[in-house]
């Protein structure tokens, strides 16, 4: 499985294109925002010989999926998102002006990944884990051959996403992490919603949030 990060609108956010020696492709979280980044994608596709299946969402938030619609309309492809988080297309507009960024159409979530188990392109599958706390129905995507985990906004390397945004919940994102994520073993390599990669071992040595919980500081689950 072959992994491209690029990296697209004014939040910085990491939008992954993964595919298989196939050359089927899926898009993961496609924050492009403007004519400008959609060709920066369109030509990365183009470039790999790539064939989009679908894209998919960790989460709802706007600056995850400015470029979804894009997508949908450039290849025909369907939408998978968790139907927990459609709250957060429909107030797109409304969280986008707060951060100053203008929100063209939204795009309709084709599949529900509350219903699926795993996301497949080519002879590839992602396992789907409910990751909830950064929004309810955030969701990481983990390829066990290489050991290779999207967390989105849950996990960040020495961070963790907000959870002071509408539906978000500390407990829970606590819960996500320590209870999914961290159980999958050290070696295992994640790629965030933003900010640089880093290893689930690297995160259990030095991301503040996670120390506190395992030095027993403080008890995540009340």
């Not at 990491?14 to 298989?20: A, L, R």
């Not at 925002?33 to 990365?44: G, H, I, Q, V």
């Not at 706390?133 to 969701?139: A, D, L, M, R």
């Not at 959870?163 to 829970?172: A, I, N």
Request: glycine share 8%; proline share 6%.
């Amino acid at each position: 499985m072959k992994i491209a990060c690029l990296q697209f609108n004014p939040i910085q956010e990491n939008t992954y294109v993964v595919w298989d020696d196939t050359k089927a492709c899926i898009v993961i979280d496609a924050g492009n925002s403007n004519p400008r980044e959609d060709a920066a994608l369109d030509n990365f596709i183009a470039e790999h010989g790539l064939k989009p299946v679908m894209a998919v969402n960790t989460h709802g938030h706007f600056d995850h999926t400015l470029g979804v619609e894009h997508l949908k309309q450039r290849y025909g492809i369907p939408f998978a998102l968790s139907s927990k988080d459609q709250f957060l297309l429909d107030n797109a507009a409304t969280s986008g002006s707060v951060f100053g960024v203008k929100i063209g159409a939204m795009p309709a979530a084709d599949l529900d990944l509350d219903t699926l188990s795993e996301v497949r392109f080519g002879n590839t599958a992602l396992r789907v884990i409910r990751t909830p706390g950064h929004t309810p129905g955030h969701v990481a995507l983990y390829e066990p051959d290489s050991k290779s985990l999207f967390t989105g906004d849950t996990l960040f390397r020495e961070s963790i996403g907000r959870t002071d945004l509408p539906g978000g919940d500390y407990s829970w994102i606590m819960r996500s992490i320590l209870d999914s994520l961290i159980p999958l073993g050290e070696e295992v390599h994640i790629y965030p919603g933003h900010g640089p990669e880093s290893t689930i071992g690297h995160e259990t040595l030095y991301n503040p949030f996670i120390v506190e919980v395992l030095n027993e500081e403080i008890n995540y689950r009340n």
